[in-house]
């Protein structure tokens, strides 16, 4: 029987419920039908010697993981038929080629700016209404917001732990809490910007 390739891709190996589940998947997968490999986004963490010897472990240089971080939100508005008019900022210049094959037919209208300040700028030059998610004293719970059906938005995306920068909140028009109840208050970018664009494209694309 020939063998066939199986690829797992997780961000590290620390002691955790996921890392556990996968080694145990791993450890059920029977040699003679997989070649069984793992995609670490970073190579590190507790149960790296866990892995067994005869799985091929790869880590994912920095460009890879950044197209992972920033590909996904960009899928996500390209699937809604949201209108896509910018890459992001601070975007290693190596990999906007990568983003604009990801816009498809918006790709010649996907713009990049140097700093997140002045792609807020040009969007509010463009009337839009800049919309930061963030946990701050004056958020608005996600569920609350209702988009107005003529107006045009802008959704900004912060890091996971360090959330978006203090002068991208004060420049923003708004900030929009996602309600979380578990003991972990925090979302990576792709999972935050697609739970955002949906609510966006529940409101303003019924059916």
Not at 59 to 80: I, M, Y
Not at 126 to 154: H, M, N, W
Not at 168 to 188: M, R, W, Y
Request: with cysteine; net charge neutral.
């Amino acid at each position: 029987m020939k063998r066939r390739s199986i690829i797992f891709c997780i961000n590290y190996m620390h002691t955790g419920g996921v890392e556990k589940s996968l080694l145990s998947l791993i450890d059920a997968l029977p040699r003679d039908a997989f070649d069984i490999h793992i995609a670490l986004m970073q190579h590190k963490g507790e149960l790296l010697g866990s892995i067994p010897a005869d799985v091929t472990v790869h880590t994912l240089h920095r460009v890879e993981r950044e197209k992972a971080r920033l590909g996904f939100p960009l899928r996500h508005a390209r699937d809604l038929g949201g209108p896509l008019s910018y890459l992001a900022a601070k975007l290693r210049g190596t990999l906007i080629p990568y983003y604009r094959h990801i816009l498809g037919d918006a790709r010649d209208i996907a713009r990049h700016f140097e700093s997140t300040a002045d792609a807020i700028a040009d969007l509010k030059s463009r009337d839009y209404t800049v919309c930061a998610l963030e946990q701050v004293k004056e958020s608005i719970d996600l569920r609350d917001f209702r988009p107005c059906g003529s107006g045009r938005y802008a959704i900004v995306a912060g890091h996971e732990v360090h959330g978006v920068d203090p002068t991208v909140v004060d420049a923003a028009d708004v900030c929009l809490e996602i309600p979380q109840f578990g003991t972990k208050h925090s979302l990576n970018v792709s999972v935050s910007t697609g739970i955002a664009l949906w609510h966006f494209f529940t409101a303003l694309m019924p059916r």
